[in-house]
C-alpha cells in the first residue's frame, strides 16, 4: 500500500505540479480503524514561511469521507516553528479508505513550493449486528387513544369563564337597577370671591397693631412685619415683587408706575427708610413713631387701592 501511495503523489507531481517543487509531509492519526460516525482527528505540520502559507484541498467531499473542520496554530519542536494543522473527518460508510490525499501547502504568491501530505490508509469499522439474536415479532394492529381529561380541560375553562362574566354582568344589572343609578350633570362648583389686595393688607396691618410689639419694645420684629405685608400689597395689587428685591429696588419700581401718585411714593419711601434704619442700623424709635408709621402703610394702602365697582348680584 506505501508503493501505491507513492506512485499516486508521484503522478499527481508529474502531471498537475510538473514544474514545481514540492516537499513531502507525514501526517499522524489518532488511531488506525474508526466505527461509522465518529470523529477522525488527522494532524500534520509543516515549517512555518514568512511568506503566508495556503492550504489547498484538491479533493472534495463525499459520503465515504467527509472534511469537518481545520484548525491551524504555531507551534515548536527542536528551536524550529512549524504551522500544525488539525483536520476532523467524519465517515458513514465503512471499509478503508486514504487520508491526506489531495492535500498541500502553498507557499507564498508564487507557485514554485509545495507541502504535499502523503496519504494514510484508515478503516472505518461496521457495527457488529448477531442476527441470531434478533427476535422477529407480528405486527401490531393500531392502538386507540385512550380517553384524557386533560383534552377537555381548556373547553371546560372557556365555559367556567363564560358563566362567571354571565354571572358578574347578570349582578351589575341587578346592582344598577336597585341602586337607581343615573349620569348626573357633574355640580359646577362655584369660585368662591378672591379678597382684593388692599382688604388683606389693612386686616394684616390691624392684626399687627394688636399684637403690641412695639410696647414689648420688638421694634424690628414689628417693623419687619409691616414690610411684609407692604410686599404681599405690592405684589398683589401692581405685580412687583418686593420679596426679591431691595428697598432702593422697590422704590424705583414704584416710581416708574403712573398710577401712584409722588405723595404715595413719599410715603411708602418713609416707611422704608424707617424700616431699614431698624433692621439694619439699630435706629432706636418710640411708641409715636411705630404708631405713625403704621398709619402711613395704611394711608399709602387705602391712596393706592384698586377701585372696584359695585354691581348689584343677580336674583
Do not use: C
Not at 105 to 130: C, H, M, Q, R, W
Amino acid at each position: 500500500m506505501k508503493i501505491k501511495n507513492i506512485i499516486i503523489l508521484i503522478l499527481l507531481t508529474i502531471i498537475g505540479y510538473g514544474s514545481l517543487q514540492s516537499q513531502t509531509v507525514i501526517g499522524v492519526l489518532d488511531k488506525k480503524a474508526y466505527n461509522i460516525g465518529d470523529r477522525i482527528e488527522f494532524t500534520f505540520k509543516v515549517p512555518f514561511d514568512s511568506k503566508s502559507q495556503t492550504l489547498i484541498l484538491n479533493k472534495s467531499n463525499s459520503d465515504s469521507l467527509e472534511l469537518q473542520n481545520t484548525i491551524i496554530d504555531t507551534i515548536i519542536e527542536n528551536n524550529k516553528q512549524y504551522l500544525r494543522y488539525k483536520q476532523y473527518y467524519t465517515s458513514f460508510i465503512s471499509g478503508k479508505r486514504n487520508i491526506g490525499d489531495g492535500v498541500f501547502v502553498k507557499v507564498g504568491n508564487s507557485e514554485d513550493k509545495y507541502f504535499a501530505v502523503l496519504p494514510t490508509e484508515i478503516e472505518i469499522l461496521e457495527y457488529p449486528i448477531d442476527t441470531n439474536k434478533i427476535e422477529i415479532k407480528d405486527i401490531k394492529p393500531i392502538l386507540e387513544e385512550k380517553f384524557s381529561f386533560k383534552e377537555i380541560l381548556p373547553i371546560i375553562y372557556v365555559l367556567l369563564a363564560i358563566i362567571l362574566i354571565g354571572v358578574g354582568v347578570y349582578f351589575l344589572i341587578w346592582y344598577m337597577k336597585k341602586r337607581k343609578l343615573n349620569i348626573e350633570t357633574p355640580e359646577i362648583i362655584k369660585e368662591e370671591p378672591q379678597i382684593p389686595p388692599h382688604i388683606k393688607a389693612l386686616q394684616s396691618l390691624e392684626d399687627l397693631s394688636k399684637k403690641k410689639l412695639s410696647e414689648q419694645n420688638l421694634q424690628k420684629q414689628y417693623y419687619t412685619e409691616m414690610t411684609e405685608i407692604i410686599w404681599v400689597y405690592l405684589e398683589e395689587r401692581f405685580r412687583i415683587f418686593a420679596s426679591e428685591m431691595t428697598s432702593s429696588d422697590i422704590l424705583s419700581q414704584v416710581k416708574l408706575n403712573n398710577s401712584i401718585s409722588q405723595n404715595n411714593y413719599s410715603l411708602l419711601e418713609k416707611i422704608f427708610t424707617t424700616s431699614d434704619l431698624v433692621k439694619f442700623a439699630k435706629y432706636e424709635t418710640n411708641q409715636m413713631i411705630d404708631k405713625n408709621t403704621l398709619l402711613d402703610a395704611k394711608e399709602f394702602v387705602i391712596n393706592t387701592k384698586e377701585e372696584i365697582e359695585s354691581n348689584e348680584s343677580d336674583k
